[in-house]
């Protein structure tokens, strides 16, 4: 292990960033220091969380970091991994390194501002700078607000803002990748994973593999021009199935909306309802488990712990909510149609509380994001900013004739679905439909 009283070295923590390429913080740290060593930090905090030991989450992360110090090592450095909560791993990286000065690219989750905090408080104690980089996202939260400087709460107005203030310079590549001559190099010790800090096994974290197969960030220009037309539709692979490479930055924002733009304004807008939540949750942090509109908090959930559980394996006897919850149980991913459609059945059919569902998601999406399920959960109860009114209630059956049409997608998940063993609807459509805008009413009548 390098001393502390080693050659200065500048810290670049790597975080919802799992690149090396067009990586603003790493940029920075590479074009300011001479010798730049990055770290991963196994947050305690986070994986002691979760539910399940074998989360696709955790495999993601670990594979893509595998690539990622597969790809130090040959530049003659290796990535540091560091396994406690985040200040534990910075008390151990100043003892570790001579560091002069710590970089990042800004995470703006209300945990992970809380966190990032707290590091820059011990940091400071200790005389350490912090550089933090807008990566994540095209614009930040203070970046695009209504002309008073207020958040926008409604997406139409955000969007057109968002593209008014686009111009190329937004879209600029950050080369972290030309400038890699400044890593710092690794001792050979450190060649010898995982002995000298390098990347433990999944199995040394407490966690299993899960059969995910790492695919690389790809979206070809004949997805995007067939993307308004097809994506709608579960059973046609339509989408691009970024959204896990959004979140841990195995892909870059800027080059995907550059790719987009000119080819579908229809994802484009889709990448600015990410940023529009991630701006929504960091103004209003509040809304991680309160309503948007706090009337809706007075709605009567009735909050049934059995049909809760129909509803997760996909039980309910509405063969698309089915397919959809087991797509999801088996693969972590379900499709966006599908996603608004079970998480409308949950809260407006079985008065279920969002929260719940919100929950759930959270535990079994690859792609989980707290800003985007919480924002779209919000959107489909009803209580959220620029959400569904509250009115519009999906009919699933309906929902499963007009976009899975020849039921290819729903029978690819429920087999039995037709047959004597599939159940029959657990609520009746038109009655739940009822009891659902009555509790609304009497929950909105009496705020
Ligand atoms: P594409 O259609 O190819 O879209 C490209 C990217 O745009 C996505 O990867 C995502 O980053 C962004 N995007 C698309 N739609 C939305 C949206 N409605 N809100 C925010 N960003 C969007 N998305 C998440 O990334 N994480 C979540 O935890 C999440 N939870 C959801 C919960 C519910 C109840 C609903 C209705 C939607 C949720 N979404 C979430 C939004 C959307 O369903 C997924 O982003 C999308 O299905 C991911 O598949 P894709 O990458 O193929 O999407």
Redesign the pocket.
């Known amino acids: 292990m390098t001393a502390a009283g080693g050659a200065p070295t500048a810290i670049f923590w790597l975080r919802r960033d799992l690149r090396l390429h067009d990586n603003a913080g790493l940029w920075h740290a590479l074009n300011e220091h001479a010798r730049v060593q990055p770290v991963f930090i196994f947050d305690t905090d986070i994986l002691g969380a979760l539910r399940s030991r074998a989360d696709r989450r955790v495999d993601f992360i670990h594979q893509a970091l595998r690539q990622l110090d597969a790809a130090l090592r040959r530049h003659g450095s290796a990535l540091r991994v560091y396994v406690g909560t985040a200040e534990e791993a910075f008390g151990r990286i100043l003892q570790d390194f001579a560091v002069s000065a710590v970089y990042a690219n800004e995470d703006y989750e209300p945990v992970a501002v809380a966190r990032d905090a707290r590091v820059q408080r011990l940091l400071a104690a200790r005389g350490v700078a912090w550089h933090g980089s807008k990566d994540q996202v095209v614009f930040a939260q203070r970046e695009v607000v209504k002309d008073d400087g207020q958040p926008y709460t409604v997406f139409t107005p955000y969007s057109r803002k968002w593209k008014s203030r686009l111009d190329a310079s937004h879209l600029q590549p950050w080369p972290s990748e030309q400038h890699l001559a400044n890593l710092a190099p690794a001792d050979p010790a450190d060649f010898a994973a995982p002995a000298g800090g390098g990347l433990p096994e999944l199995a040394a974290l407490g966690f299993e593999p899960t059969g995910l197969v790492y695919a690389p960030p790809s979206v070809p220009a004949k997805l995007l021009r067939a993307?308004q037309a097809e994506?709608d539709f579960p059973a046609a692979a339509g989408?691009?199935?970024?959204?896990v490479h959004?979140?841990f930055g195995t892909g870059s924002i800027r080059a995907l909306v550059q790719t987009a733009r000119g080819l579908s304004e229809t994802?484009l807008n889709?990448?600015i309802?990410?940023e529009f939540?991630q701006m929504l949750l960091w103004h209003y942090p509040q809304t991680v488990d309160k309503a948007f509109k706090p009337a809706y908090d007075a709605i009567a959930w009735r909050n049934d712990v059995s049909e809760f559980e129909r509803w997760k394996v996909g039980t309910t006897g509405y063969p698309l909510v089915d397919a959809g919850m087991r797509e999801l149980n088996a693969t972590g991913?379900?499709?966006?149609r599908v996603?608004?459609v079970v998480?409308s059945f949950l809260c407006k059919h079985l008065l279920i509380d969002w929260r719940w569902?919100e929950a759930y998601?959270?535990a079994q999406?690859l792609?989980?994001?707290?800003s985007?399920?919480v924002?779209?959960?919000q959107?489909?109860a009803g209580c959220g900013a620029d959400a569904a009114p509250y009115f519009r209630v999906f009919n699933p059956e309906l929902q499963a004739g007009k976009f899975d049409r020849d039921g290819r997608y729903i029978r690819h998940w429920v087999p039995e679905w037709g047959s004597s063993a599939y159940p029959s609807p657990m609520v009746e459509h038109a009655a739940a439909r009822q009891r659902c805008l009555d509790a609304y009413r009497k929950a909105l009548e009496s705020a």
């Open positions: 993307y994506r989408t691009s199935q970024l959204g959004l979140r994802f889709e990448l309802w990410r939540f991913f379900m499709h966006n996603r608004m998480a569902g998601f959270a999406l792609d989980y994001d707290q985007a399920n924002g779209n959960w959107w489909a």
